[in-house]
């Protein structure tokens, strides 16, 4: 990674003159105020911007709508009945994985409860499940339904990774130990990889191998990870990962989500699933055939046809993540975190505390900045001075600076109107 010197009084522009990733924010709809202000965006990690292609790419769907009718299954430049596959190289790359290994398909809840039917096979002996502290209430809840459905109580079988301290920092040992505590109880571990809440991105490739070694099944929610964090899942080898593509991936408010399964369970045509007829075999499913067939790989967990507007939506933000390249954005987005962590902390006020760690293993984009008084006047401020950023109850302001979009000066910008709002309340 290249190192850059910050200065926490000042603005450096050869920061941005000599990003390599700079044109890419030209690339993108920036958000502007009612009364036509521009302002700076933080909040990639709960919505990411529209890239200025995604009109183009989806008016070429409703054209080819107009034009063919039924027929653009076939006929359509990008002929509907295979839309997902133009998807899955690119997709694919983001997170580390094989092609093979990659489907784009659901939403995200779906697609968790579709790999908890499959991946978590409880038993008397074996029926808990590992969650983190803070986890997405929407997984939580998912978990929940899940250990009811098998006939458990939640009160039993759920075991949250409690942090060590009162800083909400869960570390590896404390990861390590849970596991080795209850592991032999622990039928599947499912963690996000990166804590929506305090930013910590935990060490994927750690827990999938001492979660196997215990005899759990290792599962992910990559909702903060993907287009975030720089991936291996193949390499890592979780059993199966999940996430959406509405935050850093900038496909659209409520758009599809990716699902990975590792290729060890290509073929495991026996695991346990809820069966639609997308994932029967492609070269006879229009044959109608009454007996299921299962395709290998993730394919073969698709349930219905693809819906084509949100597709063509991904399509044009994953051309650009192809054009970038994870590593660029990676080492950009670290050089980002790191100017903005440096700015807060020369504010030095003392009702500032940041939960989000420091060691560059264990962060994405996001900074959360908590507020010891909770004021959350602080907050609105920001938001006055046209800056848009996310407020967590109960105290806690979200920063994302994104790298295919987002500054230095935005970073600068930003600790000068926060440390003005801190002055003022």
Not at 77 to 101: C, D, I, Q
Not at 218 to 246: E, I, K, R
Not at 289 to 313: D, F, H, V
């Amino acid at each position: 990674m290249t190192r850059h010197t910050f200065f926490p009084d000042r603005y450096d522009p050869n920061l941005d003159l000599q990003d390599p990733l700079s044109g890419f924010k030209d690339l993108f709809h920036l958000p502007v105020s009612p009364d036509g202000q521009a302002q700076r965006y933080f909040c990639g990690n709960s919505l990411g911007l529209q890239p200025l292609s995604t009109r183009e790419h989806v008016l070429r769907e409703l054209d080819d709508w107009a034009r063919f009718g039924v027929e653009g299954h076939i006929e359509a430049r990008f002929p509907w009945v295979r839309y997902h596959e133009f998807l899955t190289e690119n997709m694919a790359k983001v997170v580390g994985a094989l092609p093979s290994e990659v489907v784009v398909m659901n939403t995200l809840t779906v697609n968790l409860h579709l790999m908890m039917v499959s991946f978590y096979r409880p038993t008397p002996k074996r029926h808990k499940i590992l969650i983190e502290f803070s986890a997405f209430p929407s997984d939580r809840y998912a978990v929940e339904s899940q250990i009811r459905f098998h006939g458990y109580d939640p009160k039993e079988s759920l075991i949250v990774l409690e942090p060590d301290s009162e800083l909400e920092y869960v570390s590896h040992e404390r990861i390590r130990e849970v596991i080795d505590l209850e592991g032999d109880q622990i039928a599947l571990i499912l963690i996000g990889s990166v804590n929506y809440y305090t930013g910590q991105a935990y060490p994927i490739k750690k827990i999938t191998d001492w979660g196997h070694e215990k005899g759990c099944a290792v599962g992910f929610d990559l909702a903060h990870g993907a287009g975030n964090l720089l991936l291996d899942l193949h390499g890592d080898g979780p059993d199966f990962a999940v996430w959406c593509s509405y935050k850093y991936l900038n496909s659209g408010p409520g758009s599809l989500a990716g699902c990975f399964v590792h290729e060890r369970h290509a073929r495991s045509f026996d695991l346990p699933r809820f069966a639609g007829w997308w994932g029967h075999d492609k070269a006879n499913r229009f044959k109608m055939e009454p007996t299921l067939r299962l395709m290998p790989g993730a394919e073969g967990w698709q349930l219905s046809n693809p819906p084509i507007l949100p597709m063509a939506c991904m399509m044009a933000s994953l051309e650009l993540f192809d054009q970038a390249g994870m590593s660029a954005l990676r080492q950009k987005s670290l050089s980002l975190h790191q100017c903005l962590r440096e700015q807060i902390e020369a504010i030095g006020h003392p009702n500032l505390r940041l939960l989000t760690p420091a060691s560059e293993e264990e962060h994405g984009c996001q900074l959360s900045i908590q507020l010891l008084d909770a004021n959350r006047k602080v907050h609105q401020r920001l938001t006055e001075n046209q800056i848009i950023t996310d407020w967590r109850e109960p105290d806690v302001i979200r920063v994302a600076p994104v790298p295919m979009y987002n500054t230095f000066e935005d970073v600068y910008l930003f600790s000068q109107k926060l440390k003005e709002a801190l002055n003022e309340f």
